[in-house]
């Protein structure tokens, strides 16, 4: 089975921290997305990368910035976290042109 | 923009089949029809996907209208770990790069005792 992982299951920072939240794909995937998941609100796309070095905006890049050295590990950095960051932070990942995977995902709270 | 239309909940009684709508009036002729499902503090879950034809798996069956404008995702023997939220979504299948998906809100499906 696909197995993508992130980093930690619940998060706790302060504002204005750097924050870095990872995820790694075990299946050799060229595409790699992050989104956010606030309520009522749906999942909203943050950024994605369809290879090693490439990113892409999403919907809601504000505020985050991305980083994929590997292929199997895409990155989500908050450069200087904020209160409405809290969110639940889900990565995926997909061969080409095909279904998405996701993580368990992270619950990031911006205190 | 969304490209879907879901009801926000359903309920469901054990044991019946589940039946969540999704229209998708401006599908273009390219697009697939994905659904995927999200229980409550996980990821979601990719269920099944459909070009035109009705489509059948281990999880559910997939019903395009032959217009293609709506669909039907169908949980034969709902159980209570069927609630979750699902969601439809409609992607076009191609190689380029940029081929995201575009989850709403999805439909709150809760399956009674």
């Known amino acids: 089975d696909v197995k993508v992982t992130q980093s930690s299951r619940y998060l706790v920072k302060r504002t204005g921290e750097k924050v870095f939240l990872e995820c790694v794909q075990d299946?050799?995937?060229?595409?790699m997305f992050w989104y956010r998941q606030d309520p009522g609100l749906g999942l909203r796309l943050i950024y994605f990368s369809y290879d090693v070095k490439m990113k892409e905006k999403g919907d809601i890049p504000e505020g985050y910035s991305v980083s994929r050295e590997k292929k199997e590990r895409f990155s989500l950095i908050l450069e200087s976290a904020s209160t409405n960051q809290t969110s639940m932070y889900l990565c995926?990942?997909?061969?080409?042109?095909?279904?998405?995977?996701f993580g368990s995902g992270t619950q990031l709270s911006v205190l | 923009d969304a490209k879907t239309t879901q009801p926000p909940s359903m309920d469901c009684a054990e044991g019946r089949a589940a039946n969540l709508p999704c229209n998708h009036s401006?599908?273009?002729?390219?697009?697939?029809v994905y659904w995927y499902r999200q229980i409550h503090s996980q990821g979601p879950q990719y269920i099944i996907h459909g070009l035109k034809n009705n489509e059948t798996n281990e999880m559910a069956s997939l019903i395009i209208t032959e217009d293609r404008k709506s669909s039907t995702l169908i949980l034969p023997h709902a159980t209570l770990r069927d609630t979750a939220v699902y969601y439809c979504i409609v992607r076009a299948q191609t190689a380029n790069t940029g081929n995201q998906f575009y989850f709403g809100t999805g439909t709150s499906l809760t399956v009674i005792p």
């Open positions: 995926a990942s997909s061969p080409r042109a095909e279904k998405l995977f």
């Open positions: 299946m050799d995937h060229e595409n």
């Open positions: 401006t599908i273009s002729g390219n697009e697939y």
